[in-house]
């Protein structure tokens, strides 16, 4: 699945999630929460901002609001500590500024913050999403007091350009071009490509080849039987020859012998108003108070 704009779907009376995941790893999105990544055992890269970040024990990240990241582990034993939060409890408090980097270099209490706010969500007592905003409140105030600040710019209309170029490749991938995107987002040739690298550390091709492998994926797997010619026209490949070799290249299988249960793992952003599950489906969930 193509990755889109996640939605939390927090229950009415709170705010704040947490949960432990093993072997995380998910693709490319974006919310606008917040989030905090805490490693409690292992090592795993997480991408954000623009780099990636290689996370080891006791190791904490910062995901601020509206940033695009994705996740990988790097040991399938990695046990993962997420906190994610609604902006809105930090917004009145933070003003103008916000962490110079993702990466948060103090130490912090998080598996002790963790098993109070997870304590606090399972008994759902009275007040107890103002309570869990409040820890939220107390464990942001010490880390924005101690780690280096940046100014928050305001917000970056090539940005929000971007994420409409993406959305406006993901409905219209069999006939897209570099030259459609080049002049959707007005930029020379040259400047794109440096900019869409940077923002998804891919190549434009790759990103619209993933695109079309993606959705010939979808339409080997449905009911309806196609043909091979009738896929790879559909899916803007061209030709039967061109189609086999991106495909093979993209999943390591050809057409034909795609396994039934493939899922195709992807670091691409796809922004969307709707709500979907990031996580690749070979990462556990180990505990969590609410869901989404």
């Known amino acids: 699945m193509i990755a889109k704009r996640e939605v939390w779907n927090y229950p009415q009376a709170v705010k704040v999630w947490v949960g432990k995941y093993k072997?995380?790893?998910?693709?490319?999105?974006?919310?606008?929460?917040?989030?905090?990544?805490?490693?409690?055992?292992?090592?795993?890269?997480?991408?954000?901002?623009?780099r990636t970040h290689t996370l080891m024990n006791d190791d904490l990240l910062y995901v601020?609001?509206?940033?695009?990241?994705?996740?990988?582990?790097?040991?399938?034993?990695?046990?993962l500590i997420v906190i994610i939060f609604d902006f809105d409890i930090l917004k009145p408090y933070i003003g103008d500024v916000k962490l110079a980097s993702p990466r948060v270099t103090g130490k912090y209490p998080i598996?002790?913050?963790?098993?109070?706010?997870?304590?606090?969500l399972l008994k759902k007592e009275p007040f107890?999403?103002?309570?869990?905003a409040g820890k939220i409140i107390s464990l942001m105030s010490s880390i924005?007091?101690?780690?280096?600040?940046?100014?928050?710019?305001?917000?970056?209309?090539?940005?929000?350009r971007f994420m409409e170029l993406l959305e406006d490749i993901g409905n219209k991938f069999e006939f897209y071009t570099f030259e459609d995107a080049v002049a959707f987002m007005g930029m020379s040739e040259a400047?794109?490509?440096?900019?869409?690298?940077?923002a998804t550390g891919t190549t434009f091709s790759q990103?619209?080849?993933?695109?079309?492998?993606?959705n010939a994926i979808s339409m080997l797997t449905e009911k309806d039987q196609h043909t091979m010619t009738e896929i790879a026209g559909a899916c803007g490949f061209g030709t039967i020859r061109n189609f086999n070799r991106i495909f093979k290249a993209m999943t390591g299988f050809s057409p034909s012998n795609l396994p039934g249960n493939y899922v195709l793992s992807d670091k691409f952003v796809y922004p969307s108003d709707n709500a979907f599950n990031p996580t690749l489906f070979d990462c556990e969930l180990l505990e969590s108070a609410n869901t989404n």
């Open 23 to 50: 072997n995380s790893h998910n693709l490319l999105h974006w919310h606008y929460d917040c989030e905090l990544l805490y490693v409690e055992r292992g090592c795993i890269d997480v991408f954000c901002e623009k």
């Open 64 to 79: 601020d609001s509206g940033k695009v990241h994705y996740m990988q582990a790097r040991d399938p034993e990695t046990v």
């Open 111 to 120: 598996p002790a913050i963790y098993r109070e706010l997870r304590d606090i």
């Open 128 to 132: 107890y999403g103002g309570e869990a």
């Open 144 to 160: 924005f007091r101690n780690e280096p600040l940046a100014p928050r710019a305001a917000a970056d209309g090539t940005a929000k």
């Open 191 to 198: 400047y794109f490509s440096r900019y869409f690298k940077r």
């Open 207 to 214: 990103y619209l080849n993933y695109v079309r492998t993606e």
